[in-house]
């Protein structure tokens, strides 16, 4: 079976920021799709525990008092967030699938090392869960993609939606059911564009300065997996020349999908 044909579990998160070490869930959506299978929504409203600034107010739309008296309580959901995911993990053909997905899945771990629960990676022990990341899938597709305007660049979710050829709505956008389902079936077109003949591509993907769909042709889960770990830290290194060049310090962390946990440094700390 093609890798983009399988059950999915469609993920995203809408957070108090974009910090994954210090920052909080707030909304979350898990969508069991694909597969031909019935649609599976999963679906979180939580409290952080702490303020929502305004800025991610005014990209969810979501405002601290909101949260508070609507939101369950975030231990609780994100033991049942991670439990979610996991259960995929152990349905044959299954992923994970999301854009900028290490984004979720290492916020996810902090929140959970941050309530003492176990982690994904302790649950799953040792099955393995595999990850589709559209962001990844994309830049290595397409690489020559251009800005679409000086307020929306080449990798946002609404211009893989456009470029696939998906409906867009505004007011939905930035939420996480509806961003996670986009995220879904860009993949999907991603991995059927990679099995098609080029022939027979829309007009649109027929245009692409030379594109790549087909590297993503005949793999396997586990080979597509693997190969989205080489490529999100070639493309990370990339990015991190481009940035040098005004700043000699910057650092982007490539690591997919999910970026390293460093224990607390308790130098200095009184004994």
Not at 145 to 152: A, F, G, I, L
Request: proline share 7%.
């Amino acid at each position: 079976m093609s890798w983009h044909l399988g059950r999915w579990a469609a993920f995203d998160t809408e957070t108090t920021g974009v910090d994954v070490e210090a920052d909080r869930i707030v909304t979350a959506a898990v969508y069991g799709l694909g597969g031909g299978q019935p649609v599976e929504p999963h679906d979180w409203f939580v409290d952080p525990g702490i303020e929502i600034p305004e800025g991610a107010t005014a990209v969810h739309g979501i405002t601290t008092a909101e949260a508070q008296t609507k939101g369950e309580p975030a231990k609780g959901a994100v033991d049942h967030i991670a439990e979610t995911l996991t259960a995929y993990a152990f349905i044959p053909g299954a992923a994970v699938v999301g854009h900028n997905i290490a984004y979720d899945l290492t916020l996810l771990d902090r929140e959970l090392r941050r309530y003492g629960l176990p982690t994904v990676d302790e649950r799953l022990n040792g099955q393995p869960l595999y990850v589709v990341d559209t962001a990844v899938l994309d830049k290595h597709a397409d690489p020559y993609r251009k800005r679409v305007s000086e307020t929306q660049g080449p990798r946002q979710l609404i211009t893989l939606a456009q470029v696939y050829g998906l409906p867009w709505a505004d007011d939905e956008a930035h939420g996480a059911s509806y961003d996670a389902v986009i995220a879904a079936r860009v993949a999907h077109r991603i991995g059927t564009l990679a099995h098609m003949a080029r022939a027979d591509w829309p007009e649109r993907i027929r245009q692409v300065r030379r594109p790549r769909y087909g590297d993503f042709n005949g793999m396997t889960l586990a080979e597509l997996h693997a190969r989205q770990i080489e490529l999100a830290a070639e493309q990370a290194a990339g990015l991190q020349k481009h940035f040098r060049k005004t700043d000699p310090n910057a650092v982007v962390d490539g690591a997919w999908p999910l970026r390293p946990w460093v224990e607390p440094s308790t130098e200095g700390a009184p004994a």
